[in-house]
């Protein structure tokens, strides 16, 4: 019946075979997104234990983020037709685990609940996650008309990020900043799901790159909110 139906209708099969693969890309990024979890942390307990990154200048702390960061991304361009891409990602966590110390031991050593903070963070940016997964699953338009707009607002945003460390440094603008990297990224988010659920996007490796750095982003961005807000030096 099958075999009958794929003959007068040729385009079933294919249909059903694109679908199981999408549905596949999309499963082995969540699986290796949940593992990427693992080297983040083990990098920002290092990061924190040892305060090697709290004792590092901000303008060199800022060159070894970009420089790392972009070096590893483009490691991991290279190398994600490969096994060894994965191994290239977990790295690149890692040394993202890494960078966050800076922000993780702020808030752990200027707020008595800081710990806290750091896991209703946590709390909300798997909130966010979830809620975005479920958007990029209901809509049934084409959104690949957003990238332009996305990518010219997270230029803006680090700009913006970068003009307030250096130059401004004002905690009202570092708030403001933020809220937009929270909205920004989320929007991200189900951007990039939403690429993976209409195969626009087939590589696992390259998909979970763009999802970790939506979350990490929004993490960020949510506990430096939190610490302004609701920290507490009591």
Do not use: C
Request: glycine residues 10%; aromatic residues 12%; charged residues 10%.
């Amino acid at each position: 019946m099958n075999e009958s139906l794929q003959t007068v209708y040729p385009g079933a099969a294919s249909s059903s075979v694109a679908l199981e693969q999408r549905h596949r890309v999309l499963r082995n990024t969540y699986w290796l997104l949940a593992l990427s979890l693992v080297p983040t942390v083990l990098g920002a307990w290092l990061g924190v234990s040892t305060g090697f990154m709290s004792r590092m200048g901000t303008g060199m702390s800022v060159l070894v983020f970009f420089g790392g960061a972009f070096g590893l991304m483009y490691a991991i361009e290279k190398t994600k037709e490969s096994a060894a891409g994965v191994a290239v990602l977990l790295g690149f966590t890692f040394f993202m685990g890494l960078m966050l110390s800076r922000l993780l031991a702020g808030i752990l050593g200027s707020y008595t609940n800081g710990a806290s903070l750091i896991m209703l963070a946590f709390g909300g940016t798997a909130a966010v996650f979830f809620a975005m997964a479920t958007v990029a699953t209901l809509i049934k338009r084409d959104l690949s008309g957003m990238s332009q707009f996305l990518y010219v607002g997270a230029v803006v945003i680090i700009v913006a990020s970068l003009l307030n460390i250096f130059l401004i440094q004002s905690s009202a603008m570092m708030l403001a900043i933020s809220v937009l990297v929270i909205g920004l990224f989320s929007a991200f988010m189900v951007f990039d799901i939403k690429r993976v659920l209409d195969g626009g996007e087939t590589n696992y490796i390259t998909a979970t790159l763009h999802i970790y750095l939506d979350l990490y982003n929004v993490f960020q961005a949510l506990l430096s909110i939190l610490g302004f807000a609701g920290g507490s030096r009591d």
